[in-house]
């Protein structure tokens, strides 16, 4: 079988494992033409012109090398699965991959990416934001190099706004009145007031748990493994999303919505506020893709009155698979894209803001996003989500919580909440969590 081939076979054969055994067995690390193949897996980017051109000009400068690629869905949950399926397997088809900020303690307590400590050397890793490199980071090792980071952003219709007399709103409850003044202004049954992400997926729990911080409630403790859902602030949060965003500014289809669907209503001006990651402002204000092309804003989310704005961690990184046959090179990929050039084109290109500190002070990087140098501090800031090997099987019962808890207008919250904090303390007691943020103190093996 052709190596092109078995890359087709590979996502198929993940539904057989033992047929994805045979096929990884007849693994080939040179092509058909003497190419050495490097496989890249990655999620289906929002610009995937911009990452066909990024990889060609890897290829260009690395004479003899050819890079497969392998294109999941683009939800960071279903990637995640295929992906998690792939490394259990220790399939050696696959040599690097991107990493969502939430995946290194578990893909490095499993033993699925490398460590990188001779490669990404404390100097190596100077130049990147602190938090990112902390990601990364489990029991003293590195498993991964941050490409670029991200935080939730408010975006909205300047045009509007300013036809009403409003500045960004710094309330929910403000976003909620400002909203239905204007589409009461407007008239026009096609415009809603709010877009964001609450489907059941891996985004839901970033909405959310903006939503909750920014009442002032806690969400998880890192000692202990606990979460606080069912603290007075934190129903209280998830009710008024139910009632005031779900259940009134925003249309009910936000319960199907990921990021494209969500930006896709915002960018055909059909909402006139938006919550979405930094790469939203390119894609927003881009004429070709765009009908509200230059009359978005972008400003900090919303808080409530007693709490402060919140925007969750994000991002994506780079790591080497354990199961690799092509370390060196596939290092040499990591370090190529991750390095100060191709983070200053994706963020020229991509809108994606770099995991670089420098390039915030480089001209053409602001000139093309002139929102990064007031919102650096947003991403600087920004809370990550629970630190733990065991974060996606945490994140599936905060995905099934609030996805319930949304869903459905007469749902009981306070006892939703309660049953989802039972199951996160008897899922921490499983895996004999006693750590800190930094995964020091985790006491269980993964997978249990
Ligand atoms: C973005 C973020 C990532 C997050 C995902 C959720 O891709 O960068 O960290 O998990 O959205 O949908």
């Not at 698979?321 to 991509?350: C, D, I, P, Y």
């Not at 808890?405 to 749902?411: G, H, K, T």
């Not at 303390?425 to 943020?437: E, K, T």
Request: aromatic share 12%.
């Amino acid at each position: 079988m052709s190596c092109a081939m078995r890359a087709v076979f590979q996502w198929a054969a993940l539904l057989v494992p033992a047929l994805s055994v045979l096929i990884a067995a007849a693994g080939c690390t040179e092509g058909e033409d003497g190419a050495r193949l490097l496989r890249f897996v990655s999620w289906k980017p929002n610009q995937p012109e911009v990452w066909d051109e990024a990889i060609a000009l890897f290829e260009r400068e690395n004479p003899g090398v050819r890079v497969v690629r392998e294109i999941a869905p683009h939800s960071s949950t279903v990637y995640h699965d295929l992906l998690a399926q792939k490394l259990k397997n220790r399939d050696p088809s696959v040599d690097v991959f991107l990493m969502d900020v939430v995946w290194p303690h578990e893909f490095a307590s499993a033993g699925w990416a490398l460590r990188l400590d001779e490669f990404f050397t404390p100097d190596r890793r100077a130049p990147f934001f602190e938090a990112a490199v902390e990601a990364d980071t489990y029991r003293g090792g590195i498993y991964g190099v941050p490409l670029y980071i991200s935080g939730g952003l408010l975006y909205y219709r300047k045009d509007l706004l300013r036809r009403y007399g409003f500045e960004p709103p710094r309330t929910w409850p403000e976003l909620v009145r400002q909203a239905e003044a204007i589409r009461a202004g407007e008239k026009d049954p096609d415009l809603y007031g709010y877009s964001a992400q609450f489907k059941q997926y891996e985004g839901l729990v970033c909405n959310m748990q903006e939503i909750i911080l920014s009442g002032g409630a806690r969400l998880f403790d890192a000692a202990s493994g606990r979460t606080f859902l069912s603290a007075p602030r934190a129903v209280e949060a998830v009710r008024f999303a139910r009632d005031e965003l779900v259940g009134r500014a925003a249309p009910r289809g936000v319960l199907a919505y990921q990021e494209p669907e969500s930006l896709d209503l915002f960018i055909q001006g059909g909402a006139v506020f938006h919550r979405n990651w930094p790469y939203a402002w390119e894609a927003a204000n881009n004429p070709a893709r765009s009908k509200v092309a230059g009359k978005v804003g972008v400003a900090p989310l919303p808080a409530f009155e007693d709490g402060g704005a919140v925007a969750a961690l994000g991002g994506w990184h780079m790591a080497v698979s354990s199961f690799s046959r092509n370390v060196e090179l596939a290092w040499r990929f990591v370090e190529f894209m991750t390095g100060e050039r191709m983070q200053k084109f994706f963020a020229l290109r991509a809108g994606v803001p770099p995991a670089r500190r420098s390039l915030y002070a480089d001209p053409e990087v602001l000139e093309r996003n002139p929102h990064f140098a007031a919102l650096r501090e947003v991403f600087e800031n920004a809370s990550p989500r629970p630190r733990t090997p065991y974060y996606t099987a945490l994140s599936h019962i905060l995905q099934k919580y609030f996805s319930s808890a949304l869903s459905d207008r007469r749902s009981d919250i306070a006892s939703l909440a309660r049953r989802a904090d039972e199951e996160t303390a008897a899922l921490a007691a499983r895996y004999g969590y006693g750590g800190n943020s930094a995964g020091a103190s985790f006491s269980g093996s993964f997978p249990p």
